[in-house]
């Protein structure tokens, strides 16, 4: 199981769990992310798979390098985090 880094989170919106990730990769629904912000026993990390991404606020299937777009995460980061797409 390999990650290849795909973006990074530009902000964080606590109350909606929302990020707002500016990729530079390619990032499709289904895909299993890691999101990732510090080192070992400080490290934050939540993973899961794509169930959504929007950009405007409208639902995309899928978007490539130089896009901006939001994920619901199941669990909070912060701006700066590292977005990793897991590869099985």
Sequence with gaps: MG???????K???DKVGVAAIELNGA???????????GEAAEALVVEQVVES????R???????AGQSVG?????????????????E
């Design 3 to 9: 990650k290849v880094l795909v973006g990074v989170v």
């Design 11 to 13: 902000r964080f919106f």
């Design 27 to 37: 990032l499709k629904v289904g895909d299993k992310i890691s999101v990732e912000k």
């Design 53 to 56: 991404m929007q950009i405007d």
């Design 58 to 64: 409208l639902p995309i299937q899928s978007a490539n």
């Design 71 to 87: 994920i619901k995460l199941n669990g909070a980061t912060r701006e700066g985090a590292k977005v990793y797409r897991v590869e």
